[in-house]
């Protein structure tokens, strides 16, 4: 079993995934703490319905924000976490914290990576005309979505998809993969070869994917 550290700034739907998986035994793993730097968030209320122990930081607190990192870094470790989580952290690591938890920072994004970092990924993915989209999870490192890539979903993009439908279909995916992921480190699978992530013992996907279906050879 592996010690969770989980950070949130929204509502916190990954976080339940992973409290639902936990808690139907399909993970072998403890959430030690839930920590946000917003008290007002729905997150922090679902940690509290599950008895996990929650924190408030604030970046206005300290004096720089690695002052910051730094004081989170002291809360994760004294809670004996092996794995931190970033469950919808809208702020940027400083190299301070990653360094701390080198290959032991997970993230989700919701674009296949590397297209689409950043922001705002599933209007972007829609106005570009992609066929498809996804989610990925992918190990922190000191860029911006930047990370080993660890296990991605794959959703088509459909022509009148909006932003916010292509989202709730990503999301979906994310609940699926976020908790896999970390089942991953759990078990021992992951073994980091520079940007490859290999994981051990996973079957190779076969086949393809179009989108729209390829008719000429049927």
């Known amino acids: 079993m592996i010690n969770l550290g989980i950070l949130v700034s929204g509502s916190g739907t990954n976080l339940q995934a992973i409290i639902d998986c936990i808690e139907a035994k399909q993970l072998a793993a403890k959430i030690k703490i839930v920590?946000?730097?917003?008290?007002?968030?729905?997150a922090i209320e679902r940690a509290k319905k599950h008895y996990i122990p929650t924190f408030i930081i604030q970046d206005s607190h300290f004096p720089a924000r690695e002052d910051c990192d730094k004081h989170l870094v002291e809360i994760l470790k004294s809670h004996s976490v092996d794995l931190v989580i970033l469950a919808g952290f809208m702020r940027l690591l400083?190299?301070?914290?990653?360094?701390?938890?080198?290959?032991?920072?997970?993230?989700?994004?919701?674009?296949?990576?590397?297209?689409?970092?950043?922001?705002?990924v599933q209007e972007k993915?829609?106005?570009?005309?992609?066929?498809?989209?996804g989610c990925t999870v992918h190990m922190v490192d000191e860029g911006v979505d930047t990370g080993p890539i660890v296990i991605q979903a794959v959703v088509p993009v459909h022509e009148d998809?909006?932003?916010?439908?292509l989202a709730k279909r990503i999301l979906k995916e994310e609940h699926r993969i976020y908790p896999q992921a970390i089942k991953f480190f759990a078990e021992g699978r992951i073994e980091v070869k520079g940007r490859k992530v290999i994981i051990k013992g996973c079957r190779k996907i076969e086949g393809a994917l179009e989108n729209p279906k390829v008719e000429i050879f049927e």
């Open 161 to 165: 998809d909006t932003e916010e439908a």
């Open 35 to 42: 920590i946000s730097n917003n008290a007002n968030v729905y």
């Open 125 to 133: 993915a829609v106005e570009y005309g992609v066929k498809f989209s």
């Open 94 to 120: 400083t190299p301070a914290f990653i360094k701390a938890f080198p290959l032991k920072i997970l993230n989700i994004h919701p674009a296949l990576l590397p297209a689409f970092p950043g922001l705002h």
